[in-house]
């Protein structure tokens, strides 16, 4: 068995392996810089054997013979040299080995026969130059070969075999010493052509497998960039491409070309996903895409851009007409009911456009003022589409001059705390205060919190500014009667952080102030924002003994699950109900309901916005009792704890 497999590794040596292009191609590489070594050796060699016998044989030998052998030698050597080997071309690789082999036998039976002939003439010393010519050429001749085992084999067979011959049967012992020699030098020789070989071929094969790896590898990494193109749960493009594929558009754009690019926001998408679950929201924001590509067709751009939020690139619109046409379109389709697993649910949507070149000649301007009008379209056009206008620059401009004088500001100095009393009408005292924060910037002078906040908590500068405000009231309690109870606006932003909320009962007992005195407003944007961050927080206030009331009550969804499932202590009737009330019965009807199910709730129901004599007799007939609003008080620096009628006799 052993033996058979040395014979099969011999026989598997010997082959020229077409089945491996790869080698084959490596083998002709490395022989077409090794052959012209191999002829110039053999040359030089020649020449120096033909020199020590120059007399002692004959001419035709040692001159003509020499000539013949040089001139075949050169030839070949410069062929070799010349010849761009075209490795690409496996059929002449091919044929480049199979040449190499037929040469190697006929070159090495010439010179042996050449070799041996030469032997006859000289004395011991010059036989002795023979029996070393052979030796050394032909191993320098092996090492020329050793990457093509075949003809390196071949001329080992050939040349040792006929050395070995010759000097073996002759009667001199040191000539059968030598051979002897040779003998096991060429069976070493062949081990390490053989070792050497499976070397090279394993490389080869290596470097194969690396290459055909690297391609895997490649196709692979080219599906993950499709893949991260895509959005998967909706299988529109995703935010990177929407904004690669404009960055490319706006810079291929010519003169000339317009298009517009529209974001669109579903409203009332968290509630959907806060009451019915996620796979419903999922199930929603699919169908919602369905539908925007219904109607925009399969080549307009369309990528889900994160959460429920879209974004459209339209190429070659017609007019700020025909784009406000199908922002409308698209609206209103949104606005129709969704069916999500036989439940039938409403969300509407609201649009922002802007427009190439007349908006922005950049992505992002693009971009920020299309998000900008979608912005404007959620506060004053909920439901609708709007185009952005120079009137909205002016925002903008407004908005990032607030921003920046934010990130300026000396905030702990320049921010106050004015305080608006809220009245008990049953006891004609206060009930307590509500902090309003004032800013009057050095460069812009007074700004309202009503413009400031939004900015804040659009660029996250709002938990500091909560900080700065929080510490301040702190301060000012420590001042104040016991029994004086405030409250404090908290931010959307605010109520999602863990931190800020620990922060704040920190605060009031580093103060050595009773938590009770305390309560926390929050809108109804922070459980949009996130339902179950906001009842985490709402839980730790109260079970630290602040307050919660649930500010601006009756605008937005004003979903009764969130009064249901949060434990509010108070609700703040929104001033948009009280202003109607007295020439409109259903609004009364409304704020009686509210004011009802309080009572019967056992919390809190604070009316605000009260500016009137008349709207105070209204709401007191409805059974309101605690009343805040510019007709009792306006919210101010001083602290008054005025009743009612030191209010009236002044
Ligand atoms: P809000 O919490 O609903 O505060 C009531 C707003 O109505 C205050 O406006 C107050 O001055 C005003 N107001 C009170 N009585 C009347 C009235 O009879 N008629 C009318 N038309 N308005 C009345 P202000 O101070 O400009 O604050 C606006 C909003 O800014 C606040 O609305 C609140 O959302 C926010 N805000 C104010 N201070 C803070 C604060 O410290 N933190 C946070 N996060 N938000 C604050
Ligand atoms: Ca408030
Ligand atoms: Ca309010």
């Not at 754009?253 to 690019?261: G, I, K, L, N, P």
């Not at 908006?359 to 056009?381: C, I, M, Q, W």
Request: proline residues 3%.
């Amino acid at each position: 068995m052993a033996a058979g497999g040395f014979w099969q590794g011999i026989a598997d040596t010997l082959k020229i392996r077409t089945d491996k292009p790869k080698l084959v191609r490596a083998q002709v590489s490395a022989l077409s810089r090794q052959i012209p070594v191999l002829y110039m050796l053999l040359l030089a060699n020649a020449v120096a054997l033909a020199y020590t016998h120059y007399g002692s044989a004959p001419d035709w030998m040692t001159v003509y013979g020499v000539i013949v052998l040089g001139v075949i030698c050169v030839v070949r050597a410069v062929s070799w040299n010349r010849a761009k080997v075209d490795i690409d071309d496996f059929g002449m690789c091919v044929k480049h080995l199979r040449r190499i082999r037929i040469l190697a036998v006929l070159i090495s039976v010439l010179f042996t026969l050449w070799a041996v002939t030469m032997f006859e003439y000289g004395d011991a010393y010059q036989r002795g130059h023979v029996a070393y010519f052979i030796s050394i050429t032909v191993v320098g001749c092996i090492f020329c070969l050793i990457n093509f085992p075949s003809a390196a084999m071949l001329v080992v067979g050939i040349v040792l075999g006929s050395f070995v011959l010759f000097f073996g049967t002759s009667d001199n012992e040191v000539y059968v010493a030598i051979a002897v020699n040779m003998a096991l030098v060429s069976l070493m020789i062949i081990q390490i052509i053989r070792s050497y070989y499976a070397n090279f071929a394993g490389l080869i094969e290596t470097q194969d497998d690396l290459e055909v790896q690297h391609q895997e590898i490649m196709e692979l990494s080219r599906a993950n960039e499709a893949l991260a193109l895509i959005d998967p749960l909706t299988g529109l493009s995703n935010r990177r491409a929407f904004f690669a594929i404009l960055e490319d558009v706006v810079d291929a754009a010519q003169e000339h070309e317009t298009f517009a690019v529209a974001m669109i926001d579903l409203d009332g998408f968290k509630p959907v996903n806060d009451v019915h679950g996620h796979p419903a929201g999922d199930e929603l924001l699919q169908q919602a895409g369905e539908r925007l590509r219904t109607i925009l067709g399969p080549d307009t751009l369309l990528a889900r851009l994160g959460g429920d939020e879209f974004g459209v690139l339209l190429r070659g619109y017609e007019s700020a007409m025909a784009l406000m046409a199908l922002g409308k379109k698209l609206c209103d389709d949104l606005n129709r009911p969704f069916m999500l697993n036989g439940v039938t649910v409403q969300v509407s949507a609201s649009l922002g456009f802007a427009t190439y070149p007349a908006v922005s000649r950049t992505p992002n301007g693009l971009f920020e003022r299309a998000d900008f009008a979608l912005y404007h379209a959620k506060n004053n056009a909920r439901g609708e589409a709007v185009l952005f206008a120079a009137r909205h620059e002016t925002l903008i401009r407004h908005d990032s001059r607030i921003e920046q004088a934010l990130r300026k500001a000396d905030l702990s100095s320049e921010l106050k705390l004015h305080y608006q009393p809220v009245f008990d009408l049953g006891t004609g005292k206060v009930n307590s205060l509500e902090a309003l924060a004032r800013w009057d910037n050095v460069q812009m002078g007074p700004i309202s919190p009503g413009t400031f906040f939004p900015v804040a908590e659009k660029t996250g500068q709002v938990g500091f500014l909560t900080r700065v405000l929080f510490e301040k009231l702190m301060i000012d309690m420590a001042d104040w009667p016991e029994e004086l109870s405030v409250s404090f606006n908290l931010s959307a932003r605010d109520i999602v952080l863990s931190d800020t909320v620990e922060w704040l009962i920190e605060e009031i007992r580093g103060h050595g102030i009773d938590p009770g005195r305390v309560t926390f407003e929050v809108t109804e944007t922070a459980f949009l924002r996130d339902f179950d961050a906001a009842r985490a927080s709402i839980g730790y206030l109260r079970d630290h003994g602040a307050r919660i009331a649930l500010d601006d009550f009756g605008i937005g969804y004003s979903s009764l699950r969130y009064v249901h499932e949060l434990e509010f202590d108070v609700l703040k009737v929104d001033r948009s109900f009280v202003a109607p009330l007295v020439h409109n019965e259903r609004s009364r009807r409304i704020v009686k309901t509210v004011i009802d199910m309080c009572q019967n709730l056992g919390i809190d129901c604070v009316l605000e916005g009260i500016e009137n004599a008349n709207q105070r007799d209204v709401l007191i007939d409805l059974g309101g009792q605690l009343m805040q609003g510019y007709f009792f008080a306006r919210p101010g620096r001083a602290i008054r704890l005025d009743t009612l009628e030191d209010l009236h006799t002044q």
